[in-house]
């Protein structure tokens, strides 16, 4: 047998749908075990990353059960494909001063993300240590206090950050067009199982 033949191209659309199944149940562990041990305290942020592991997971199914079936679902795959890739190019693309403009706003939305910020970072305020004595941080309860403000600590982590899910979004975008390529072509071959004269 052949690679490229039908039952190649099952095996490897089922294996990527697989891998799919398996990073959409990492990212809803993680997220679930990061609320659990208190580590992220905004329900949004870990509700947004379930979202998207259940997401991952639905479109993972239905690929798997239109690999198992020999059902055409590439179009459902290209779709994901341009959300993610727009999704990547826009981690990647933000400059610095765009990043600090979300960041602020992001930071006067939440007063409990500032403290679990400030905690977590050891520092206080955005752009300058508040004098009124509202910082969760260690640094501040010394004397004198020797904070500074979060905003380069925050800036960089997210800088790193936004560039490492870019490129984790990248990758995986490639591998979906991997996939439409194999659903398309999975779509094009006849089940050697089948009647031989029965067109598709």
Not at 3 to 17: D, E, I, P, Q
Not at 71 to 77: A, D
Not at 153 to 181: D, H, K, Y
Request: charged residues 10%.
């Amino acid at each position: 047998m052949v690679c490229g033949g039908f039952v190649c191209s099952k095996h490897a659309l089922s294996a990527l749908n697989i891998l799919y199944v398996l990073v959409s149940l990492l990212l809803i562990g993680v997220a679930a075990w990061s609320k659990w041990f208190d580590l992220v305290s905004s329900i949004r942020v870990v509700a947004g990353v379930i979202g998207v592991g259940v997401f991952l997971l639905l479109v993972a199914f239905v690929g798997l059960c239109g690999a198992l079936k020999h059902h055409q679902y590439m179009i459902i795959l290209f779709t994901v494909f341009i959300m993610q890739f727009s999704v990547s190019c826009a981690c990647l693309a933000l400059n610095k001063e765009q990043q600090n403009t979300l960041l602020e706003i992001g930071w006067n939305r939440s007063e409990a993300t500032q403290r679990d910020v400030e905690k977590t970072l050891n520092c206080c305020g955005f752009t300058s240590v508040p004098a009124n004595g509202s910082c969760a941080a260690s640094c501040y309860e010394a004397e004198p206090p020797s904070c500074k403000p979060c905003s380069s600590t925050i800036q960089q982590t997210a800088g790193e950050v936004l560039r490492f899910v870019g490129g984790i979004g990248l990758f995986f975008s490639f591998t979906e067009i991997l996939g439409v390529w194999l659903a398309h072509r999975f779509r094009n071959l006849k089940d050697p199982r089948s009647n031989p004269g029965a067109f598709l």
